[in-house]
């Protein structure tokens, strides 16, 4: 596929699978991230995970061998307080989730309340109580509008699955019969709002990640370039079994460190 290149491109790109796994980078991401500084290429890191800040992340990466600033994180918590900024500015909700999402909605001026909320607020978190399930599930009923941060269902821990976002999403959608609005990959709002925050068009940029059905996805129906690196998610076969392509894929994001400028010629 041929791809005209612009002067100077954007990069988004995925966390998990693209620049770390669990708790190691992978290998060759601290270079290709220099590499993008060296050259004054704009970039974004991009997690579906809720539950910690930017400030957060940044430690996180750090402690495994990469410096990223924290303007340079995008969460689907931060994508998900934009989105609620333009929908209802100064609007009302119960949150069932970490800081990560308590701290952006506070940040847009949003009251976090259980009495009559204008949204019923789904995000990430490692202790889902039944309590607040509950009290999530009755304020559905009697008229909030339900929000999820991001449809993934499951997540990977040290000690094996969890269920995630998606899973708790659907409990609340099976008892009360309205299903969540999902802010997060695959939903191209969340590739929109980080342009929007970039002040960058999608003519110019291109997603990087592991994933076809959330990350070359999402960057397919933004309008972004696409490419698929195979240290994640998706490999060869099953990239596949999809109806649509990226339009470059590669082994890691190391493959396209000494390319920066030109990653299609790669």
Do not use: C
Not at 64 to 87: V, Y
């Amino acid at each position: 596929m041929g791809v005209t290149e612009p002067s100077t491109w954007t990069y988004l790109m995925d966390m998990d699978g693209v620049l770390v796994h669990e708790e190691h980078m992978v290998p060759g991401a601290d270079e290709f991230v220099a590499a993008l500084r060296e050259n004054g290429i704009p970039f974004m890191v991009f997690t579906n995970n809720s539950i910690y800040t930017p400030r957060d992340l940044r430690a996180r990466l750090l402690r495994s061998g990469l410096d990223i600033p924290e303007e340079a994180i995008w969460t689907s918590a931060l994508a998900t307080a934009q989105f609620l900024e333009q929908q209802r500015p100064g609007g009302s909700a119960f949150v069932v989730g970490e800081s990560g999402l308590t701290t952006a909605l506070h940040n847009i001026g949003y009251v976090l309340t259980d009495r009559d909320p204008d949204y019923v607020i789904l995000g990430e978190t490692r202790t889902y109580s039944f309590e607040a399930i509950t009290k999530a599930i009755r304020l559905v009923e009697n008229g909030a509008r339900f929000i999820a941060t991001n449809p993934d269902e499951k997540g990977p821990s040290r000690e094996g699955t969890l269920p995630a976002t998606g899973a708790v999403a659907a409990l609340i959608e099976r008892v009360t019969g309205r299903a969540p609005y999902y802010v997060g990959k695959p939903n191209p709002l969340m590739m929109r709002s980080a342009l929007r925050h970039l002040g960058v068009h999608s003519e110019n940029t291109l997603m990087i990640g592991d994933r076809m059905d959330t990350d070359v996805r999402s960057g397919l129906e933004s309008g972004l370039q696409t490419i698929l690196v195979l240290s994640g998610i998706s490999d060869q076969d099953t990239a596949e079994l999809f109806p649509y392509r990226p339009t470059k894929v590669v082994r890691s994001i190391a493959d396209l460190r000494d390319h920066v400028t030109d990653p299609f010629q790669a």
